[in-house]
């Protein structure tokens, strides 16, 4: 118990010092996350008007809010679609249809296919990342369950060409990971924006071009689905869609 009071004085004290919390809180950013994307966006261009983007681990929003002020907006209204999923309760953003739900429950992603309605996407993006529990192996394997869903999901709803950014962690299975993107993708980025503390071991792995013939057909009803990398998801459960 001891060192409890006093790691939760430095994280205060850190947040309180970080120029990217306090930018975020000038600009109306919801989390200092908003910088790690604008980053990754300035340098690949990314987001453009008029894609259907789904974003993974959308809560609180701030990425979300970079993707709307990149589409754009046409007389008041979004110049293109975004599908954002948590299974977090997030405040609502004008123009965003958001899902609260988990990704590891098949009966979620079935109805995000459902939204999708069978017109694939351009750009799936994903900051989903487990509660961690402090051991490596553990929080690692549980990121990896979420980076191959993410990569599954992308595989049945991209469009070819389309792109795929996740959040992973650096460690014991990252380089699966990496092969993984690579047969999936043309070319495969790892980025680590300025906005990711140097000390985590948080990355970001960016598949662009999605190969054709990669696409895998969405395997609706299956109850289970088994990604590219082995991991098998899940438990039903319910979803609320508002939009
Ligand atoms: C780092 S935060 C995302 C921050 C967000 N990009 C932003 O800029 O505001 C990670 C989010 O992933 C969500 N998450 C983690 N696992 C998830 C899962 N299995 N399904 C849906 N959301 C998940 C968490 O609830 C959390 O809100």
New binding site residues.
């Given amino acids: 118990m001891a060192g409890k009071p006093r790691f939760n004085a430095n994280w205060m004290q850190r947040h309180l010092n970080d120029p990217y919390v306090r930018k975020a809180q000038q600009l109306g950013y ?2 200092r ?2 910088f ?2 604008a980053e990754i966006d300035d340098q690949d261009k990314l987001i453009r008007p008029g894609m259907c983007i789904v ?12 993707v709307c002020e990149r589409l754009g907006r046409f007389e008041g209204r979004v110049r293109g679609r975004i599908i954002a ?4 309760p ?1 405040e609502a953003l004008e123009g965003v249809e958001f899902m609260l ?4 429950e098949e009966h ?1 992603i079935e109805k995000l296919e459902q939204m999708l309605a069978r017109r694939p996407c351009d750009l799936v993006i994903s ?5 961690l529990s402090g051991v490596g192996s553990a929080d690692a394997a549980r990121m990896a369950d ?1 980076v191959d869903l993410a990569l599954l999901f992308a595989r049945e709803q991209l469009r070819t060409g389309g792109c795929l950014l996740v ?1 992973s962690f650096q460690g014991t299975g990252f380089s699966q990971q990496v092969e993984a993107f690579k047969r999936s993708f043309r070319r495969v980025h790892i980025r680590k924006p300025k906005a990711s503390r140097e000390e985590s071991a948080e990355t970001y792995l960016l598949g662009k071009g999605l190969i054709a013939g990669q696409r895998v057909p969405a395997a609706v009803g299956s109850g289970t689905r088994t990604g590219p990398l082995g991991h098998t998801a899940r438990a039903r459960s319910t979803c609320v869609v508002r939009g």
């Fill in positions: 919801r989390s996350a908003a790690k994307l974003e993974l681990g959308a809560a609180p929003g701030s990425w979300t809010q970079v999923v948590d299974m977090l997030m739900g988990d990704f590891r979620v900051d989903m990342a487990p509660n979420l959040k």
